[in-house]
């Protein structure tokens, strides 16, 4: 907030009721060229979190941060696995000791199936179909 704060008061204004949603536009285009879009949506939920308050508390009449849309987060996609590095996994030898079945079998669950190491681990035994071969996650 300090910085918008200060974007607001280079340009001459010096009272909550000379701020409309124009200059909070501005404010954020200003800002593209140096965060993240994420950093962008923070700064204007503080806005808001900002003139919602003095609104509450009739401290402004008008809240100019509801005109401004945030921006579409971009949605990273998840790291995977090479079809070698797949190999690799399934073709490693877990030796002989006392967990070995379970741990392959685990592995072979994850990899088929596409599912999560917490999902998996949050099915309960309800949830399988030994005969059918079937698990619900």
């Not at 409309?20 to 993240?36: A, G």
């Not at 308050?53 to 790291?79: C, E, N, R, W, Y």
Request: charged fraction near 30%; proline fraction near 1%; hydrophobic fraction near 35%.
């Amino acid at each position: 907030l300090e910085d918008f704060r200060e974007f607001v008061q280079s340009k001459g204004k010096h009272s909550f009721a000379d701020i409309d949603h124009f200059m909070i536009r501005e404010y954020l285009t200003l800002l593209k060229s140096s965060v993240s879009r994420a950093s962008m949506n923070r700064k204007l939920s503080s806005i808001r979190s900002m003139f919602s308050f003095m609104k509450k508390s009739g401290l402004t009449d008008a809240d100019p941060s509801v005109k401004v849309s945030s921006g579409k987060s971009i949605q990273k996609h998840p790291v995977v696995l090479s079809q070698k590095e797949v190999k690799k996994r399934i073709d490693h030898d877990y030796g002989s000791g006392k967990f070995m079945c379970r741990d392959i079998a685990l592995r072979e669950f994850l990899y088929s199936t596409g599912c999560r190491v917490e999902e998996a681990d949050s099915s309960m035994l309800r949830d399988r179909d030994l005969l059918g071969g079937t698990v619900l996650v």
